[in-house]
């Protein structure tokens, strides 16, 4: 897939989960730095997909760019003094996963890519080879959008 193909794929399951879903609502709150929630899990999804691509792993493209897309879907700004944003690093998999069960159909594997994609913060860790990808992924991500 090339680049253009990728970023048109993953724009597509973008377009999907803002029409049918509050995905918009991730352009609100700041991830990490200047970065959205929304452009990280964009950030995410394109490079879970590459990292898949150039691994030559034959996985599912559709659960994998949508569990990237909805890992952060917790719909709230971490960042302000609430005490509902106590240990936010540890909730959080969590309240995703009740916000995109409750918008959206998910499959095993994408709940499994929500709910453990904070692995080791949260000791189980990913069940599926698309849940290992976005956690590490998520991770160099992050760290890529702290000290940017």
Excluded at 117 to 137: A, D, K, N, Q, T
Aim: glycine share 4%.
């Amino acid at each position: 897939m090339s680049t253009a193909d990728r970023k048109r794929f993953i724009a597509r399951h973008v377009r999907n989960l803002s029409q049918n879903g509050r995905l918009q609502r991730s352009r609100n709150f700041i991830q990490h730095g200047s970065t959205s929630v929304y452009e990280h899990s964009i950030r995410v999804a394109y490079y879970s997909l590459s990292l898949a691509e150039r691994l030559h792993l034959d996985r599912n493209r559709q659960e994998l760019v949508r569990g990237a897309l909805l890992h952060d879907y917790f719909l709230y700004d971490w960042h302000e003094k609430d005490r509902s944003h106590n240990l936010h690093g540890f909730r959080h998999p969590f309240t995703a996963l009740r916000n995109a069960e409750t918008d959206f159909k998910l499959s095993k594997r994408e709940r499994n890519i929500i709910l453990r994609h904070m692995f080791p913060l949260i000791p189980l860790p990913p069940s599926c080879l698309e849940g290992w990808i976005v956690c590490m992924v998520d991770k160099g991500c992050s760290i890529y959008e702290v000290f940017k």
